[in-house]
């Protein structure tokens, strides 16, 4: 008798094994200890491996019959996601991308914040995959190589900026990393040794970065309509009218700030600017969190919070996941807080993560919102709910096929919900959540203008000290400043963004793009089911389908009869 409920299934689990065996920072990220003294092989020959079991699965799918309804998704999803990954590793794609928020660096620093060190064996797997770091970090040159000598290389500003993360890493991440792990016992010298010889790699590969690499590299930023539509079928899994969306995010923006000003003229008479009132809020000493130990607290306590609201009224939360950690990123991040999913077994809990970039006080009015959207009933709900569905979505549908449209749309829904629900009952807290919105909308903007290198709208009036900026071409320097002043966001968050919208084409506009699937799946679904439409069953059936494409996520939705 199999363990797995039919071929489809069975097969699935083999793809999940051998995608961890070739990558062992999913495999720790996913909960497969087998591999946590590995890391991965990031050079040509391991993209190689990596397209031709890409294109085996593929064929192998096609041998495979559904069963039943939930075989039948899950072979579709596996298709949809293995074809999309051949795309890109075919393409030179899978590659080519890479910047201060994701590259074989960051990665390989992030597995180590989820490995657990509380036994010695524990803590000589640390010490072993520790070791592995400089190998690592090396095998990636080549690559950086061949991508240089075709005239392939992401352009001088992530080099650079991935250089900066490095130099960043190399003042002693991996050897405060360590001390972290060795706390309260004897020093431990393989660990140390290998903690010091990480943060030296890092050093090397930062002067390589800089010093060979960022030369070769040439100043564009945009990657064209061909590239873009690629990206935007993997980050959103739907194909998309790049018009149609630049003209509906410019003027969603214009909704949102249009709810900003009414709220800044009760908030602050006479401002005239969002940022004013932005400013009034950051001073104010009301909303103000001292110390990362009170603001980790609050994190859990908020989302903790929002589940004892929320549970049997709006979603039923199974006990195993009523729980979601804070913890802070580790240093160099991007300035944005994330989430990642709990393990397999859920041994390790979700956790949200938060950069600090050096702050020891923070203001709380706009990270209300943000936690929702990485908490509950966001990131977190979705995640884990996905992780405990393994009776409906094979091992591959739990694992590997998150989109970010699926994903990002749900956790944007999600901030809006609770500003349907009256969550946001403060202003500032509000204009917080408004801010974040704004900021989305301002995305599919920036990112499809900057990308495919369109004018701006004809009424986008002046932007700091830029002047006029209405119909100019987009730069960098113009998506800073929208960002800043119709989104209220600070300097250095802006400049984080548009360094990410640069490094990740299409990824940036998957959280409008998402939410409005989202919020249009919902309301065909009240109007098709009248009186019989749940807004609990609603979401624990769109949670349980799982993560996939929008378009197909979007087919299935419409077949949902209200049960």
Known sequence: MTEHRSDVFAYANTIVEHDAQLDPIFATGSGIIDYDEFLPDFSPDATAK???????????????????????????????????????????????????????????????????????????????????????????????????????????????????????????????????????????GRLVRAANDADAACGELSAWLRDELAPRAN???????????????????????????????????????????????????????????????????????????????????????????LDGVHFDIDPRIRFCDARLAPEGSAAAPYYIPPSEDLSRPGTTWFPTLGATTFSWWSDASTWYHEGVPGHHLQCATSILEADRQSRFHRLEAWTSGYGEGWALYAERLMDELGFFDDLGEEMGFLAGQALRAARVMVDIGMHLQLPAPDDLGELADLGDCSGRVWTPEMAVAVLEERAIQSHEMSVSEV?????????????KVGERVWMRSREEARHRLGDDFSLKRFHAHALALGPMGLDPFEDEMRGWRGE
């Open 50 to 188: 990596h397209l031709a079991a890409t294109r085996e699965h593929c064929d192998r799918l096609d041998t495979l019959s559904a069963s039943d309804e939930i075989d039948r998704i899950a072979l579709a999803v596996m298709r949809e996601r293995l074809e999309t990954r051949r795309g890109l590793l075919e393409s030179g794609e899978s590659e080519r991308l890479f910047s201060v928020l994701t590259s074989p660096l960051s990665e390989i620093r992030q597995v180590f914040e989820l490995m657990s060190h509380e036994s010695d064996e524990e803590r000589s797997i640390i010490s072993t995959r520790l070791e592995k770091v400089r190998s690592a970090l090396e095998s990636w040159r080549p690559t950086l190589e061949g991508l240089a000598n075709s005239d392939r290389l992401a352009s001088r500003r992530h080099v650079l900026g991935v250089a900066d993360q490095a130099a960043t890493y190399a003042t002693g991440t991996y050897a405060r990393f360590a001390k972290t792990v060795t706390a309260n016992l004897d020093d431990d």
């Open 219 to 309: 100043e564009r930023d945009f990657c064209g309509i061909d590239r873009y539509r690629v990206w935007s079928q993997s980050f959103t899994g739907a194909v998309l009218d790049f018009d149609e969306l630049y003209k509906w995010g410019y003027a969603d923006l214009r909704r949102i700030n249009a709810r900003m000003w009414e709220i800044a003229n009760t908030l602050v008479p006479g401002a005239t600017s969002l940022v004013e009132v932005a400013d009034h809020l950051d001073h104010d000493p009301s909303r103000f969190i001292d110390g990362t130990d009170e603001l980790l607290r609050r994190l859990i306590s908020f989302t903790q919070g929002a589940i004892e609201k």
């Open 499 to 511: 360094e990410r919208y640069l490094g990740l084409p299409a990824q940036a506009i998957s959280y």
